[in-house]
């Protein structure tokens, strides 16, 4: 028993030489969307900015692999479907697609709430800001 913990430590600590999910600068901001009100891009920032922005807080686990890999995955993958920071820049920007995922209970996803309480939204506040969304974005389909 005492040997398998040993390994499981060794390999704890060799994975932290693995630079994928380290590198936490963030891309320059070239282009913002016309937000329809300071609230909508209050709490878009706050609740789906830390992925779908150039503006992402990294948290501190965020540089502790195996964590830290999938935290990078995450904000890759999500500014690859839509970043509110490349707007009109991205060829494939799905902001179309933000306030049905929103409204849907989708987005923000529950493992993300956990570790970012303040992303939890009421069924009030996800209402306003997927009705936000709509109107900064557009619909999916239109």
């Known amino acids: 028993m005492l ?14 030489f693995f630079p994928y999910g380290k590198n936490h600068t963030n891309p320059a901001v070239v282009g913002e969307p016309h937000w329809d009100s ?5 709490t878009f920032y706050r609740v789906c900015g830390n992925c779908h922005s150039n503006k992402t807080k990294w948290p501190w686990y965020s540089s502790i692999a195996p964590v830290s890999w999938l935290v990078q995955s995450d904000v890759d993958e999500g500014r690859q479907h839509f970043n509110a920071s490349m707007w009109g820049q991205q ?11 929103v409204g849907g209970g989708d987005m923000p ?7 970012h309480p303040e992303a939890k939204l009421s069924d009030s506040q996800r209402a306003t800001l997927a009705k936000g969304l709509k109107a900064t974005f557009g619909e999916e389909g239109k």
């Not at 390994?7 to 600590?13: N, S, Y």
């Not at 996803?109 to 570790?115: E, I, Q």
Request: proline share 5%.
């Open 3 to 16: 040997k398998k913990l040993g390994i499981v430590i060794v390999l704890l600590i060799a994975i932290q």
């Open 38 to 42: 300071p609230q909508t891009q209050k």
């Open 91 to 101: 060829k494939m920007n799905r902001g179309q697609d933000a306030a049905g995922e």
């Open 109 to 115: 996803p529950w493992y993300y709430v956990l570790g």
